[in-house]
């Protein structure tokens, strides 16, 4: 999969992808990270990429020129500018993958606090291509004909403001990664996470069985492979219960479930 980054700051991404999964995915070639400098593509001696809001008020806007600039010629957009045109009429608010836009090959996603909640199910969606274009905000924002008649999608990691898009690209990056095939060493993959299933994951425990005298539930000692999945099943639902309660209405719930559920509610 090959994801093309539009930065100011190609350098953040460096350390990152250079350790441990996203290193061995990229070196595997399961993983592709093109890095483009929008500054480079950006006119004139000073190569400005920002400017002052019309209607006045603080902070600095990003100039659609460089960034419509690096985006099609990176990407071959120039002779879809009409079909990109047409992106702005859809009803939804983030514009949701895709299916609105069957031209499109593949999302080009702004990255913004204004952005659609990046959750598990949006990773889920994005690992589907095998191509994704993230372009990366610094300054108070972006010059609304990007997000109008560039960007597919607008993502947010969180409700909370960070300094620009690079930090929530390389969430985007590792959270979508991680789903393919491959790039996890464990064979069960992705499917067991916090998340996957739509609870949070179930207590961990690994040797010594006891420590500081802290002992290893005994029924994970057992050998009772039946036993030990319901224990963490009742876990799991127990910790979504009582951390990520929003959790559990779009969790996938089987009646046994629901009865445990139901009994946690009258204790
Ligand atoms: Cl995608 N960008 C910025 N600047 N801040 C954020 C964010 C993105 N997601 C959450 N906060």
């Given at each position: ?82 079909e990109?045109?047409?992106r ?7 514009r949701?993958?895709h299916s609105e836009f069957p031209n499109s ?47 597919t ?115």
């Amino acid at each position: 999969m090959r994801f093309d980054v539009f930065t100011l700051f190609p350098g953040i991404f460096e350390s990152p992808l250079k350790e441990s999964m996203l290193k061995r995915a990229i070196e595997s070639g399961l993983l592709e990270v093109q890095l483009h400098n929008i500054r480079d593509y950006a006119e004139g001696r000073h190569q400005v990429t920002d400017d002052y809001p019309y209607g006045g008020g603080g902070g600095m806007v990003m100039k659609p020129e460089p960034i419509f600039t690096a985006v099609e010629a990176v990407l071959g957009l120039e002779m879809r500018n009409a079909e990109l045109g047409m992106r702005n009429e859809t009803d939804s608010e983030f514009r949701t993958p895709h299916s609105e836009f069957p031209n499109s090959d593949f999302p080009i996603i702004l990255l913004t606090p204004q952005g659609r909640p990046f959750d598990q199910q949006m990773a889920v969606e994005l690992a589907q291509y095998d191509r994704v274009a993230l372009i990366c905000g610094r300054y108070e924002g972006f010059d609304e004909r990007i997000r109008e008649h560039l960007a597919t999608d607008e993502i947010s990691i969180g409700d909370y403001v960070l300094t620009g898009g690079e930090l929530a690209a390389l969430v985007v990056v590792d959270a979508v990664i991680r789903l393919k095939p491959g790039v996890l060493g464990d064979p069960t993959g992705a499917s067991d996470d916090s998340h996957a299933s739509g609870l949070l994951e179930y207590p961990h425990f690994t040797r010594p069985p006891e420590f500081r005298g802290w002992r290893v539930p005994e029924i994970l000692l057992s050998g009772d492979h039946a036993k030990v999945d319901r224990w963490r099943r009742e876990q799991a639902l127990l910790r979504t219960w009582r951390r990520r309660p929003d959790l559990l209405d779009r969790a996938e719930l089987s009646e046994l479930d629901r009865a445990f559920l139901r009994q946690l509610v009258q204790e």
